[in-house]
């Protein structure tokens, strides 16, 4: 089977991507080895992040890195037998996430974020998916003076973007959320962003918007890509397809496809977990809230109050470790009358991560027609559109919407 190009990887930047070249009259097949949306794309917070101005930096205070050392901080864990891997990821991103280094950061992801509810919108409507879609934004919820002041960064860059946020008091936080059990010192309202109640459900959906253009949906194995004399070829459930044009949207996995074409990229697992939990009495959370400082947020979503933990530095294959949902259970309860679990065991996903925080979008260096669209870590469901109409528009040969200089894969080579 001869097409115009295949998309590998079937997750929302897989999908976002193999419906931006399919609406630009391109024969496409997305190709995965499971359903869409079924993985990282799954278990996500939902957050479509408008204001995501500071990445999750290496810790730099003393305290923080004694917490952090010992194992101890919720925000974060790590397995000790992985560190010794992960410790050059982890001092570029000492290096990357400076004054300069933020400063960059806030600078280049403005640029695409700020084109997400916009990118979003029209699919989630053709998806007939607004079912999932609230408007309405999202809480940081802060416990003490400290924690809100160590926001001040924070704060000035998205005051500096033209970001709608707004410092509230806790009597009024407590107005918005009444079911909340714990006052906060502080909460911001960060009314740009959007929230999906099922990203799993968004995702599925815009893969069958797809389908409904005339985009195949192949079960196929990646790691069967190959060059031919004419481009490329994957093997899949209904044969071989070959393309001239391979967009690589594995996630998590992607930099494990390119190694063996000598691309060497530093892509790293940042794990997570979610579990769901009914309410107690009846109770609503009308808003995602994240309680900042002890590293983990609750969502209302389709299947209950997900509650998502931080980072877990680990071997991307290697088995579940869910201690920060255990120790964050006590914790949350606190702060929201949460009841039966719904899930048998936490769900786990890893957030694919560069040390510069940004995706990488562009063409493969020296792989002609391979296209490079991965590494969304903490913001993969927010950009999976906004990065797929770039690659589609510089596959296609258009004048890209966002110069992609900055987010082509050259920077770590
Ligand atoms: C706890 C948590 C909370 C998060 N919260 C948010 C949030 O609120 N907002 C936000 O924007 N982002 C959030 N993220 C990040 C977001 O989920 C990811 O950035 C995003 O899902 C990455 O999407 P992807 O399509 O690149 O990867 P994936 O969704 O993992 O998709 C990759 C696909 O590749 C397929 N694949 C892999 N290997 C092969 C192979 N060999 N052959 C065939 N197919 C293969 C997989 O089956 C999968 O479908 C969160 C992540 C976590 C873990």
Redesign the pocket.
């Known amino acids: 089977m001869r097409t115009d190009a295949i998309v590998?990887?079937?997750?929302?930047?897989?999908v976002s991507a193999a419906v931006h070249l399919r609406q630009k009259g391109r024969q496409v097949v997305l190709?995965?080895?499971?359903g869409a949306?079924?993985?990282?794309?799954f278990?996500?917070?939902?957050?479509?992040?408008r204001d995501p101005y500071v990445p999750v930096a290496f810790p730099r205070a003393l305290g923080d890195l004694v917490r952090y050392g010992l194992n101890l901080s919720p925000a974060a864990h790590y397995h000790l037998s992985h560190m010794p891997k992960i410790a050059p990821w982890l001092w570029a991103l000492r290096r990357n996430t400076d004054t300069a280094g933020i400063e960059r950061y806030a600078r280049l992801i403005a640029l695409l974020t700020e084109r997400a509810n916009a990118e979003h919108e029209p699919l989630i409507i053709a998806a007939k998916a607004e079912r999932f879609l609230k408007k309405d934004g999202w809480f940081r919820f802060y416990r003490t003076d400290k924690g809100f002041r160590e926001a001040q960064q924070l704060h000035d860059l998205a005051s500096r973007h033209g970001s709608s946020f707004r410092i509230i008091s806790a009597e009024e936080f407590r107005e918005i959320e009444p079911d909340i059990l714990e006052v906060p010192y502080k909460a911001v309202h960060w009314s740009g962003s959007w929230t999906i109640s099922s990203?799993g459900g968004l995702v599925a959906a815009y893969a069958d918007y797809f389908h409904s253009l005339g985009g195949a949906f192949l079960s196929?194995?990646?790691?069967s890509l190959r060059k031919t004399d004419t481009g490329w070829a994957v093997t899949t459930a209904a044969g071989v397809v070959e393309a001239d044009d391979v967009v690589v949207?594995?996630?998590?996995?992607s930099a494990d496809?390119l190694k063996p074409f000598g691309l060497t990229l530093p892509l790293a697992a940042k794990r997570?977990?979610?579990l769901h939990f009914g309410s107690r009495d009846g109770a609503t959370l009308n808003h995602t809230v994240v309680d900042v400082e002890n590293g983990y947020l609750i969502a209302p979503m389709d299947k209950g109050i997900r509650l998502?933990?931080g980072i877990e530095f680990a071997d991307r294959d290697a088995a579940p470790t869910p201690v920060q949902v255990e120790r964050l259970k006590p914790v949350a309860k606190k702060l929201f009358p949460l009841a039966e679990e719904r899930d048998e065991a936490p769900w786990m996903?890893?957030?694919?991560a560069l040390p510069d925080s940004l995706p990488i979008v562009g063409p493969a260096p020296g792989l002609n027609g391979l296209w490079l669209d991965?590494g969304?870590?903490?913001?993969?469901?927010?950009?999976?559109p906004v990065t797929g109409r770039l690659i589609a528009e510089l596959i296609i040969g258009e004048p890209p919407s966002v110069d992609v200089t900055p987010y082509r894969a050259e920077r770590f080579l």
């Open positions: 590998l990887g079937a997750g929302a930047v897989g190709v995965d080895r499971r949306g079924e993985e990282t794309s278990g996500n917070a939902g957050i479509i992040e990203p196929g194995d990646a790691r949207a594995l996630g998590p996995w496809l997570g977990y979610h998502t933990t996903g890893s957030r694919p991965f969304h870590g903490h913001l993969g469901l927010t950009l999976g």
